[in-house]
């Protein structure tokens, strides 16, 4: 990647915060009506989206300070995930914030945010932490918060946007720099987590930062590029839009593939940068 600062734990957890800040902006003047809207993820208002948000940081500081609670905790979470009833999974990290007021919901997701800065602090470049599934390195494991807290908020951003409410601005930032990376250096996952063979070849991303800055991953001479704006390449490799929704150019098969695979939940195309409709969003 090009860029004069590598990240540091510490760099994707003052970003983390930032985030975190950015999006309280948009939903903390939100009135009850408003946070009862439906959201792309299936069966998700706004409220449920900060309650996800909730119980993640939460789990999220449990994995840095406690590691044995959090994996009791994930053995209890996997067996809502295999249940047939497929609230289990919102019940059992939603539950409790479904009962709380929108003034409550934000007080606990601020209180669990501050606790998650709070472990974070306590972590070196070289720490690794349990997560869901294989182990994370700190970096990885904050920059994986921050695409979450960046991406539901871009469904909440989307839903506002599409009912035509007007809203707090959440500007795009180079904060991005930290998802896009992970965005291509996990790319591969996205072929192992659906069971299927991750391709050999290598593909460049060379992408436009919101500040125009030039941000570039992958080989000189691959023969598959991706090449747009930074904001659109997060978009689609988190799920949050259909790639010919988007501004990017994609050359090569094995590029073309991977977009595809990435964006599977996202939908399909539609009329503009906005889903048609929200049905089909993961919730990831």
């Known amino acids: 990647m090009t860029g004069p600062n590598p990240p540091t734990a510490?760099?994707?957890?003052?970003?983390?915060?930032?985030?975190?800040?950015?999006?309280?902006?948009?939903?903390?003047?939100?009135?009850?009506?408003?946070?009862?809207?439906?959201?792309?993820?299936?069966?998700?208002?706004?409220?449920?989206?900060?309650?996800?948000?909730?119980?993640?940081?939460?789990?999220?500081?449990?994995?840095?300070?406690?590691?044995?609670?959090?994996?009791?905790?994930t053995a209890e979470l996997m067996g809502a995930m295999t249940s047939e009833n497929e609230d289990a999974m919102d019940l059992a990290t939603l539950g409790d914030y479904r009962a709380m007021t929108p003034p409550d919901l934000c007080h606990a997701w601020r209180t669990n945010r501050g606790v998650l800065s709070e472990a974070a602090a306590s972590l070196a470049d070289d720490d690794r932490v349990i997560w869901y599934g294989p182990s994370m390195g700190s970096k990885s494991f904050l920059t994986a918060r921050l695409m979450e807290a960046w991406a539901h908020g871009q469904d909440i951003i989307d839903t506002l946007d599409t009912a035509g409410i007007a809203h707090a601005d959440r500007p795009a930032t180079d904060r991005l720099r930290h998802i896009a990376q992970l965005g291509f250096i996990t790319h591969k996952w996205s072929y192992i987590n659906r069971q299927m063979?991750?391709?050999?070849?290598?593909?460049?991303?060379?992408?436009?930062?919101?500040?125009?800055?030039?941000?570039?991953?992958?080989?000189?001479?691959?023969a598959d590029s991706i090449t747009g704006p930074a904001v659109d390449f997060c978009l689609v490799t988190t799920q949050r839009r259909h790639v010919?929704?988007?501004?990017?150019?994609?050359?090569?098969?094995?590029?073309?593939?991977?977009?595809?695979?990435?964006?599977?939940?996202?939908?399909?195309?539609?009329?503009?940068?906005?889903?048609?409709?929200?049905?089909?969003?993961?919730?990831?």
């Open 244 to 284: 010919d929704d988007t501004d990017l150019t994609v050359q090569g098969d094995i590029a073309t593939d991977w977009m595809h695979i990435a964006q599977a939940f996202a939908g399909g195309a539609t009329s503009g940068p906005s889903a048609g409709t929200f049905s089909n969003r993961s919730t990831s």
């Open 10 to 73: 510490a760099s994707v957890r003052d970003d983390l915060i930032a985030e975190q800040d950015a999006l309280d902006a948009v939903v903390g003047d939100l009135n009850d009506e408003l946070w009862a809207l439906a959201t792309p993820s299936p069966r998700w208002t706004i409220a449920d989206q900060i309650g996800h948000l909730t119980y993640f940081d939460w789990t999220a500081a449990l994995a840095i300070t406690d590691p044995d609670q959090f994996t009791s905790l």
């Open 197 to 222: 063979d991750a391709p050999t070849g290598p593909v460049r991303v060379e992408l436009v930062a919101p500040s125009g800055e030039s941000w570039v991953f992958g080989p000189d001479n691959a």
